[in-house]
């Protein structure tokens, strides 16, 4: 919408021009003349939004989603839509209605998913600020693979409405919308702007002293079988960290084993896939796959796949066949909902008020295309967090031997969203945070 976009920037001269005062204007509108891209999944008035689904291609916004209503009265302009995998639950970005996106540090490799489309244009310098949304890793993962940062926010606080696939039963615990910026500082006042009356809940005003801050370090989940062994890379930038806490802040980093985080991708999945506090079901994959369209077969459509015939990519249809096979053991899943429960507890006593844990984005660095249909549950790293409803920042570390970022998860306590935040600003400064593509 950049016709609708240089308008817009052209009033904002307008109104600076009429100088109303700068302490008026930072007070009405914090983000006056920001460029922001929203991922295609949210509502942007006038704008598609398919989600990457054939049957919506013709699916024209005509409202915006909350938190792009919201950016908009704060004075964001937003640029467009950015591309994301289909109905957002895989994570490489490629569909049948946009094709693939790159990571613009590498062209063969993938940018994540599902919000992939915007950590993509954040690293190409192309926006400041990106409207993202995460329920297993959707967020960070592009983050991660970008070289930006990414706020999985604190669950419950940052509304949802407005994107398509939205979550249902129990799910709107997990599904968290947040912002994705190349720099740290810029990851507040977005967050601020997005959550709205709900903001005070994340005592963002409340000043952290990082000398005081109980920091804890995990190296990896303890060896899943589902999950590939984590990269020599991420865990010495990792240890780098660790060293750069203890000299230059001079705490002491707690190295921790946390036994239940080695089963984080079947508590992830049987936590999705559970009923609510009602007994409603959750909402199943093939449901959506259907959406403005006949009822969808994944075995019929696997077939067609392999003939070039379907409309549909590999991983959702691979998600709705395995769908079927998750409430197959009921017992097995009740005792992982109860192992999730537990495990929540567990953080939130590890982590306390003033607790940050450092802990892997993900088991490699960016991959190349179509291999994670090969490591399918790579995303556990993320996930897991989501169904704990722990507030988690992605924080860059600077590009690895073959120039494509490396990271690490900032974990805090529910509500503590402002313990991750500092800590991302302080490591941005130590470890040079984004870094321009081509530059190296």
Not at 36 to 64: C, H, Q, W
Not at 137 to 163: E, L
Request: net charge neutral.
């Amino acid at each position: 919408r950049f016709a609708e976009a240089l308008q817009e920037a052209q009033q904002v001269d307008k109104l600076l021009s009429e100088g109303p005062g700068d302490d008026y204007l930072e007070e009405k509108f914090p983000l006056l003349g920001v460029p922001v891209t929203v991922k295609e999944a949210f509502s942007l008035y006038g704008m598609p939004n398919t989600s990457g689904l054939v049957n919506r291609r013709n699916v024209i916004a005509t409202s915006d989603a909350t938190v792009v209503s919201r950016l908009k009265q704060a004075g964001a302009i937003p640029l467009g839509v950015t591309n994301c995998s289909e109905l957002c639950m895989w994570y490489e970005s490629s569909n049948r209605v946009y094709g693939r996106t790159n990571n613009p540090y590498d062209l063969q490799r993938i940018v994540g998913g599902s919000s992939g489309g915007e950590g993509s244009v954040l690293a190409a310098a192309c926006s400041v600020v990106g409207v993202g949304s995460d329920i297993g890793g959707s967020i960070r993962m592009p983050a991660f693979f970008n070289g930006v940062f990414g706020h999985k926010p604190t669950t419950g606080v940052v509304p949802n409405d407005g994107q398509f696939p939205n979550a249902h039963g129990v799910r709107t615990s997990y599904l968290c919308t947040g912002p994705m910026c190349r720099y740290a500082e810029d990851l507040e006042p977005v967050l601020r702007v997005m959550a709205g009356p709900g903001v005070s809940k994340l005592k963002l005003n409340e000043k952290v002293s990082l000398e005081k801050i109980k920091f804890h370090c995990m190296d990896h989940d303890g060896g899943s079988i589902f999950v590939s062994p984590v990269d020599k890379e991420i865990l010495q930038a990792q240890k780098k960290v660790v060293e750069h806490l203890e000299s230059d802040l001079g705490v002491q980093v707690q190295r921790v084993a946390i036994h239940k985080m080695k089963y984080s991708f079947q508590i992830w999945s049987a936590m999705m896939s559970s009923k609510d506090s009602e007994g409603q079901e959750a909402q199943r994959f093939t449901d959506l796959l259907g959406d403005h369209g006949k009822p969808v077969w994944p075995l019929w459509e696997l077939m067609k796949w392999l003939v070039g015939m379907s409309s549909h990519t590999l991983p959702a249809i691979a998600l709705g066949l395995t769908e079927k096979l998750v409430n197959l053991n009921l017992s097995g899943k009740a005792k992982l909902v109860s192992m999730g429960k537990s495990l929540q507890e567990e953080m939130e006593a590890l982590l306390g008020p003033d607790g940050v844990l450092l802990y892997p984005s993900h088991p490699t660095i960016a991959p190349k295309h179509h291999s994670p249909i090969c490591m399918p549950f790579n995303f556990a790293y993320t996930a897991i967090f989501n169904v704990l409803g722990l507030p988690v920042t992605q924080c860059p570390l600077g590009l690895g031997s073959e120039g494509l970022p490396l990271g690490i998860q900032l974990v805090a306590a529910a509500y503590n969203d402002h313990l991750t935040l500092a800590v991302a600003r302080y490591l941005e400064k130590a470890f040079g945070g984004w870094v321009l593509p081509g530059k190296v």
